[in-house]
């Protein structure tokens, strides 16, 4: 569940993440996460993200754990 609105005068998302019986509740200013998402696209344009992975690096990584 996800949802927009204003607290203490400041516009937010509201994101709500529930799994097994735990739940969590993340507030974001939509503000900061717009400058935020700007950045990340900066830095890796959309559809460059399996560019800057290793795939085969982290698959190594995670079978050895």
Do not use: C, I, Q
Request: net charge negative; hydrophobic share 45%; proline share 3%.
């Amino acid at each position: 569940m996800a949802g927009f609105g204003l607290v203490a005068g400041r516009h937010v998302l509201r994101l709500r993440l529930a799994a097994n019986g735990v739940t969590a509740v993340y507030e974001v200013d939509l503000d900061e996460l717009t400058m935020w998402l700007e950045k990340t696209h900066e830095l890796v344009p959309p559809g460059e993200e399996t560019l800057h992975v290793d795939w085969d690096a982290f698959t190594s990584e995670v079978h050895r754990r």
